[in-house]
């Protein structure tokens, strides 16, 4: 299990209540509303927009929301100023972990984060100290169940991929951002469900995580992250193997 797309993929399974779902959704309608703002409502025109629609999409909101977030972000007047801020630190063990967020309120967020990340064993660092372990990637993942792993690795590096892995419940795919809306394209003209298609910050290298107790705490802390109202993305370079995962599910 790694720390980027393996575990994106069990918390969006998690996502399926309704109560989880509305946090989500808010989250998501946040990112729209500052994408529109700074870019303008053309999500042709707009990457940014196009991206925070498209993981709208894969959340199932609804259209209708969708497009008031559009409108409320590229309408002007008086509206709430979100910036984005990047909060990097260590899970316990020395799990690198990068949280982005938006936020009208700085002084606030921080805090808040630094005790979210004290709280389980773990500490808020400076600027710069983990996001260097991380390179910007487009990354997509297809069930195995869903296509044939010999046809998609071929499909996918022809069109552009860098790396192709199966994990044994997903096959992780990655490529450079200038190549992610031409790869997803080529997946979904062969009716191939895509599980997940974003950018992300994907780790250089794993941290194993092999105690039960360590696994608990990291995972702890990146569930209470994921929670924080202004936090929109949490990514760790933890490797923690299945055996190890559900222990710490039966505990």
Known sequence: MSGHSHWAGIKHKK??????RGKVWSKIARIIIVAAKNGGPDPGQNLALRYAIDKAKQANMPKDTIEKAVKKGAG????????????????HGGVAVLA????DNRNRTAPEVRKIFERHGGSLGSTGCVSYMFTKKGLIT?????????????????AGADDFQNTGEVYEITCEPST????????????????IAEISMVPQN?????????????LALIDELEEHDDIQ???TNFDIPDDIIAKVQQA
């Open 100 to 103: 982005e967020a938006l936020t």
């Open 76 to 91: 002007g007047g008086e509206m709430i100023a979100f910036v984005p801020v990047a909060y990097e630190g260590y899970a």
């Open 15 to 20: 996502a399926a209540n309704d109560a989880k």
């Open 233 to 235: 993305n949490v990514y």
């Open 142 to 158: 297809v069930l195995t169940k869903d296509s044939d792993e010999d046809d998609l690795m071929e499909l996918a590096l022809t």
């Open 206 to 218: 794993s941290i194993p995580i092999t105690e039960p107790d360590s696994a608990r705490k990291i």
């Open 180 to 195: 992610y809306e031409d790869l997803k394209k080529t997946i979904e003209d062969k009716n191939i469900p895509i599980q």
